[in-house]
């Protein structure tokens, strides 16, 4: 299933190595390299596994705590095993800086502190008219090569903030241990009622994709990672009861 207002863009598994000393690079061409290291992390993990939870608090919807299971193999295969996780856009679950790098420029804008740590801010533009949304800003650790917070532009009427924390797996992989994604309307809808409901059964899906919440947040936690165990593709071809792994 697919969320209609899909523009998610979750970043994760952030971890590098150091630029090359004396490369003379512009300032657009020195966020291409950022967000290179960032990806570098990544690059050793094929798959993984990984339970999670996730708290919704969104304006005209009553969600209670919702776990699941998160599968993910490269490229960009993304599987829940639970239909409520429609909530969260498998387009942006999981998609990794060497993603980002391909379809967007990357400019370096300057430092900023953020809660005592320095951080380098970066504007990304969609390198094609089509890719959506246009622009981003990220905020990246240098120390450990980790997005740490990421904003949108406004889009479809919405701005989303995301902010994320990270834990050591094994392996040695930096990977997201709780991802926070709040949105903020920057025009009032008034022509839609207001929603007053309960989790969301398979019959309301419909429903709620015609009336998006526009406010509120999601708080996902990531718990239990197995990395590399070998996911089939039948896993991600099926909507319902994944294959169960040992």
């Not at 960009?76 to 800086?97: I, Q, T």
């Not at 970066?122 to 890719?131: A, F, H, P, R, Y």
């Amino acid at each position: 299933m697919r969320w209609s207002y899909a523009v998610l863009m979750v970043l994760l598994f952030c971890c590098a190595i150091p630029m090359a000393s004396g490369q003379k690079k512009t300032q657009e061409s020195t966020g291409s390299v950022i967000l290179r290291n960032v990806s570098k992390g990544y690059e050793g993990i094929q798959d993984f596994v990984a339970k999670i939870e996730a708290k919704v608090d969104m304006e005209r919807l009553r969600v209670p705590k919702m776990n699941a299971t998160l599968y993910f193999k490269k490229p960009d295969k993304v599987h829940f095993d639970s239909p409520g996780f429609a909530m969260l856009p498998r387009e942006g679950v999981v998609l990794n800086a060497g993603t980002l790098r391909a379809r967007y420029d990357a400019t370096v804008i300057g430092e900023e502190n953020v809660e005592g740590k320095k951080l380098m801010k970066l504007q990304l533009t969609g390198k094609e008219q089509n890719i959506r949304p246009r622009q981003l800003f990220l905020w990246v650790d240098q120390t450990l090569w980790t997005i740490a917070k990421m904003e949108s532009v406004p889009y479809q009427g919405r701005i989303l903030r995301l902010e994320f924390t990270y834990a050591t797996q094994s392996g040695g992989y930096v990977l997201t241990q709780t991802l926070k994604a709040s949105f903020e309307a920057t025009a009032r809808d008034t022509t839609q009622r207001p929603l007053d409901i309960d989790m969301p059964a398979a019959s309301q899906l419909d429903e709620l994709r015609q009336r998006v919440p526009r406010t509120g947040s999601i708080t996902v936690k990531y718990l239990e990672y197995k990395i590399n165990v070998g996911l089939s593709d039948e896993i991600f071809e099926k909507k319902e009861n994944p294959p169960k792994l040992n």
